[in-house]
């Protein structure tokens, strides 16, 4: 019989060989971390799912034999859907579709928005800087293009004559134009943990700002409690009121993303680490940065107190641009009184994902290489477990 721990041991490892992984680490805060989130009975089944979604049938198959009938099984997927534990996917199937969902990387710790605890947080946070400081040991070059999340400019910042040559994935507007299914809106988890933690955002009141734009995506935030429905022209007001606050854009790193993060410096994990590198631009992935006419720059300094990278500083009376600091979101270009700031797109356009799918097999297929990924794909085509 295996104990509580060997459960969530084996269910950490189970996790772990997904695309964004969730190692150990030798405090046992990974096991801490799945306590708050699983029960036994769920970490049980959470390991009798595949990455690749799978109908509750197929999923039946295999638990059968842990002698749980097929109520109960519908039972216990559709709480830990609810929790956030495990992903339902409908959009494209016939039926429900289940599979199991990544830790973190917009997975199982971001669906916990609205019912985060300090623990929960804590843990997390030291979870994170203990893995970080682990995975830190490696001599392999960060690959930025694996980043979860890019930059694009503020819709304000960018001319209308200069708007027809944007690439729609750098263009806000056209990203929720575009949108073909519903649209949620949830509060962000970064600044709604620093609010709990006692260290409220120091550069907005602002807190219902994560638009979800995918399909399953929007729904699975609604049905679980944590988001509720808005129009796009509710989604634009957000937007607009997210540009006076000098927030930075931040949709998922593909052509078609599921979310749109709309972070600060102060608060966002990602930006927060990033900040604290003398070259956040070499990091980062942007189109764009700006650039300054010091013969039209008057001196006020609204850039420079706008500006979440640092990237901004007076000289000689007048505000320069970092270019190893800059990441081209476009917010001190709103402020300037004599347009004095303009965006200049990169000559080298970054390429794009296509989806979230292709992001996370490139993920996967780094972390485990080209052998074991032609093994992988080989057992999603013939439909086993992976």
Not at 68 to 93: C, R
Request: with cysteine; glycine share 6%; net charge positive.
């Amino acid at each position: 019989m295996m104990t509580d721990d060997s459960i969530y041991r084996q269910l950490q490892k189970y996790l772990n060989r997904l695309p964004a992984g969730f190692p150990e680490v030798e405090s046992g805060l990974d096991i801490r971390l799945l306590k708050h989130l699983f029960t036994p009975n769920e970490a049980r089944l959470a390991m009798q799912l595949s990455m690749k979604p799978e109908p509750l049938g197929r999923i039946y198959q295999r638990v059968r034999k842990l002698g749980m009938s097929y109520e109960e099984l519908k039972k216990l997927v559709d709480q830990m859907a609810h929790k956030g534990t495990i992903l339902v996917s409908e959009e494209g199937y016939s039926e429900k579709h289940y599979s199991n969902a990544a830790f973190s990387v917009g997975g199982i710790y971001n669906y916990q928005v609205n019912r985060l605890t300090k623990d929960l947080i804590n843990d997390y946070w030291h979870y994170q800087s203990e893995a970080r400081l682990k995975l830190g040991t490696s001599k392999k070059p960060q690959d930025k293009r694996m980043l979860p999340l890019r930059t694009i400019p503020v819709e304000k910042s960018i001319s209308l004559p200069e708007r027809m040559q944007v690439s729609q994935y750098d263009d806000i507007r056209k990203t929720i134009e575009n949108v073909k299914g519903k649209i949620a809106v949830t509060h962000c988890i970064c600044r709604q943990s620093g609010d709990i933690q006692g260290r409220p955002c120091t550069k907005t009141d602002l807190r219902e700002t994560c638009l979800i734009i995918g399909p399953d995506h929007a729904k699975r935030h609604v049905e679980m409690g944590i988001g509720r429905f808005i129009t796009k022209e509710e989604a634009f007001q957000i937007l607009d009121k997210v540009q006076e606050a000098g927030l930075i854009l931040q949709p998922e790193n593909s052509k078609n993303p599921e979310a749109i993060c709309c972070c600060c410096g102060d608060c966002c994990v990602l930006l927060n680490r990033i900040v604290q590198n003398p070259r956040p631009a070499d990091l980062y992935l942007s189109n764009y940065y700006a650039e300054t006419d010091s013969e039209l720059c008057n001196g006020c300094e609204r850039c420079i107190q706008i500006c979440q990278l640092n990237a901004r500083e007076m000289v000689d009376g007048t505000s320069t641009v970092n270019r190893e600091r800059c990441i081209g979101c476009g917010n001190c270009i709103t402020l300037c009184p004599t347009h004095a700031t303009r965006l200049k797109k990169k000559e080298r356009e970054i390429p794009l994902f296509k989806d979230k799918d292709e992001y996370h097999m490139t993920m996967l297929s780094n972390r485990v290489g080209k052998m074991k990924m032609f093994l992988i794909k080989t057992k999603m085509l013939l439909g086993f477990k992976v």
